[in-house]
């Protein structure tokens, strides 16, 4: 039991010093990462233009609340065909983790999306490697397992229909559903 006490420390250790170092700005403003909102916008891009910019999470607050509310930013994106997740959301996984640490009997459905491109089997399982991915974050996070629920929708919810690389990027996401 021991063991287990001190290899979470490490774990929990080793996570924050990596979140530390690898701590970016994730893009700039230039349109250079695809920068959805949480709500299902898009950043500050020229209008019309189609272009999605920003990072997607607002400054140092990235969705956290002081009060001890669930986070504000409930949606991350991933990159095509990735289930690896970007720099630029850490710190909104991070803060989801500090409420769901301090509030032992909240529950999270991860929810993983993707964009309609490839077969349905192949978007199935990309979707559940992508909120497993954040499962396995919050878990090093010291979040219990027993607080996290996957599960995969792929290509069957949409947040946006179309075929351009702005309603594609927007589609490939994990939500969190309190």
Not at 63 to 85: H, N
Not at 92 to 114: D, E, P
Not at 129 to 142: P, T
Request: some cysteine; charged content about 25%.
């Amino acid at each position: 039991m021991q063991f287990k006490s001190h290899a979470r420390t490490l774990a929990i250790a080793l996570s924050l010093a990596l979140v530390a170092g690898c701590s970016s700005t994730g893009g700039s403003r230039d349109g250079s990462m695809d920068g959805t909102r949480a709500d299902g916008g898009v950043g500050t891009g020229t209008a019309g233009s189609g272009q999605v910019s920003g990072s997607g999470v607002s400054g140092d607050r990235a969705g956290q609340q002081a009060d001890g509310r669930i986070p504000d930013v409930r949606t991350i994106y991933f990159d095509f065909d990735r289930d690896t997740i970007r720099p630029e959301f850490e710190s909104v996984l991070v803060a989801h983790a500090r409420f769901l640490r301090s509030n032992g009997n909240a529950r999270v459905v991860l929810q993983g999306h993707t964009d309609e491109r490839g077969t349905r089997e192949y978007n199935m399982a990309l979707s559940e490697r992508r909120a497993n991915s954040v499962k396995r974050f919050l878990e090093v996070q010291g979040v219990s397992p027993s607080q996290l629920e996957v599960v995969s929708y792929g290509e069957e919810r949409l947040a946006v229909r179309g075929n351009g690389e702005d309603a594609h990027a927007q589609n490939r996401r994990v939500v969190f559903a309190y």
